[in-house]
C-alpha cells in the first residue's frame, strides 16, 4: 500500500488526479488523501507520512517552493518523494524545484493518465532507491568505522607484541649470557672437585702407609723401651686410639672419594634386600657380638629393589653401623629393618632405639662431611651419613629422618 497526499487548492484538479491514479499503480495499490492549502498540507504530511507528494505550485496560502522547503524539514534526511506540478511551463521554476528537493515536474494540462501514474511510480521507486543506498552507505560507514577501529586495535596489539618481543629478546639474551656463565661456573666447579677428589684420594693413598709405619714404630717402642712414668700405659693407649681414628679417616675418605670415582654410569639389576641385608649383617658381625644387638628385618611388602649392588650395600651397611654405633647403653639396641612402598615409591627404613638426635638443633647439619652428634660414643669419623647421602641423591632420591633424643632415630630412604 502507498500513500499519495496531494495539495493543491482546485478542487477539479484533485479530483482528476485521483481519477488518473485510480486505486492501483502497477502492482501497487494506492491510499490518496487530499490538501487544499499549503497549512492542510503540513498537518496530513505529519500524521500520514507519504510516499509521495504531488504539490501545487500556485496555493492560495503559500507557494510550492516554499512549502517545499517546509516539507523538508518535516521528512527524514533524503526521505522526501515531491512531484511538483505548474499551471505554467518554466524551466527556471523546474530547475529551482529540482535543486530544492523535488524528484520530479509536470505542467498542467501538458499529461495524461499514464503519464502522471508513471511519473509518481518512478519518483516511489526513484526516493525508495536512494533511501536504500542512504542505508547502505550508513551500514558501509559503520563496516568501515569498525575496520578503521579493528585496524587500530590490530596496530596497537603489534606494536605491543613487538614491544614484548624486543623485551624477551633482551631478556633470553640476558638468559643465554647467565646460563653461559653458569656453564662456565659449572665447569669450573667440576674441575674444582675433580681436583680435590683426586687430591683427597692421593692423599689418603699416599698416607696409608705413613700411618702404618707409625704403627709399626710405637709398637716397636712398646715392645722395646721401658717407661719410669705410671702414666705412660694411658698415653700409649691414647696414641693407640688417635692412630686408629685417623686410619679410620683416611679409610672412609678413600671411600667417598672412591664413590666419586667410579666410571660412567653404573649398571642397576634386581636386588634381593634379603640377601643383601644378611651380608652386611655378616660384615658387622664384630660389631653384632659386642652389642647384642637385636636385629630385625621386614621385606615383604618390597622384597627386591632395581638398584646398583655396591651402593645399596653401602646405604644399608652405613645406616646399620650406626645404629649400632649410636646405641643407647642402658637398654639392649634393637634395629628394625624393613622395605615398603609409598605412592609408587620404594621406601627403605632403618630404626633403632638409641640415642636419638636433636634435629631442632643439628637437622640442618646432619649429612655433612665430619659432622658427629655424640662425641662421647663410639669412635667414628662422620662421613658415613655424608657417603649415604651423596649415594641416594646422586640417583634423585631422597632421605628423610625423623628423631627424638634418648628415644631413637628412623631413617626413610626414598629411592
Known sequence: MKKILLIDDNEQDRMLYKRFLGKQVGHERIEIHEASSGKEGLTL??????????????????????????LKRLAPPD?????????GGSETLAVRALNEGALDYLVKQQFDRELLRKTVMHAIEKNEWRQYVTRYHGQLQAVNQQLRESLEELTETRQQIQEKNAQL?????????????????????????????NFVYAASHDLRQPVHNLHGLFDELRRTATFHDPEAAQMLRFVDDSLRDLTATITDLAAVVQVARQPGEQKAEPVGLADLTADVLQTLRPQLQTTQADVQTDFSALPELLYVRSNLRTIVLNLVANALKYRHPDRPALVRVRSNQLADQP???????????????????????????????????????????????????????ESQLDCGTTFRVFF
Do not use: W, Y
Open 45 to 70: 504530511f505529519a500524521a500520514q507520512k507519504p510516499d509521495c507528494v504531488l504539490l501545487d505550485h500556485n496555493l492560495l496560502d503559500t507557494d510550492g517552493l516554499t512549502l517545499l522547503g517546509d
Open 79 to 87: 526521505a522526501l518523494c515531491v512531484v511538483m506540478i505548474t499551471g
Open 169 to 197: 629478546t633482551i631478556a633470553n639474551e640476558a638468559i643465554r649470557a647467565r646460563n653461559q656463565e653458569l656453564a662456565a661456573t659449572n665447569q669450573q666447579l667440576a674441575r674444582t672437585n675433580i681436583d680435590l677428589d
Open 347 to 401: 621406601v627403605l627404613e632403618v630404626a633403632d632405639n638409641g640415642l636419638g638426635i636433636d634435629l631442632e638443633r643439628h637437622g640442618s647439619e646432619l649429612f655433612q662431611l665430619f659432622r658427629r652428634f655424640h662425641p662421647h660414643a663410639e669412635e667414628g669419623t662422620g662421613v658415613g651419613l655424608f657417603l649415604v647421602n651423596r649415594l641416594v641423591q646422586a640417583q634423585g632420591g631422597r632421605i628423610e629422618v
